[in-house]
Nanobody, 121 residues
Framework: QVKLVESGGALVQPGGSLRLSCIVS????????IGWFRQAPGKEREVVWC????????NYLRSVAGRFAITRDYAKNTVYLQMDSLKPEDTAIYYC??????????????WGQGTQVTVSS
């Protein structure tokens, strides 16, 4: 059974850091692309970072370039989103998802339940 479970969301002050984890089961990390998405209240869901099957990371959101980074750990079946220099506008529910088509630009076939990140003083 394909499953993705996010964790690591929290309330953090502006300028702080968080590391989100996406633990996967039922498939290999390199079976397709795995992306981090976010959805803020009243806004559409957007792609933040994507890691292709090859391990190549692709940034989709210019506002997080240089602050966020995606990595993966095969031994732990986990994809991470390291978030530094957090801003209030980063507040959102963060999701990870998989695409067997090896792209985060189209429909994703499996989603996690999401983890809440709130950046506020």
């Amino acid at each position: 059974q394909v499953k993705l479970v996010e964790s690591g969301g929290a309330l953090v002050q502006p300028g702080g850091s968080l590391r989100l984890s996406c633990i996967v089961s039922g498939f290999r990390l390199d079976s397709g692309a795995i992306g981090w998405f976010r959805q803020a209240p009243g806004k559409e869901r957007e792609v933040v970072w994507c890691m292709l099957r090859s391990g190549r990371p692709i940034n989709y959101l210019r506002s997080v370039a240089g602050r966020f980074a995606i990595t993966r750990d095969y031994a732990k079946n986990t994809v991470y989103l390291q978030m530094d220099s957090l801003k209030p506008e980063d507040t959102a529910i963060y999701y990870c998802a998989r695409s067997l088509a090896n792209t985060c630009s189209g429909p994703m076939d499996s989603w996690g339940q999401g983890t809440q990140v709130t950046v506020s003083s």
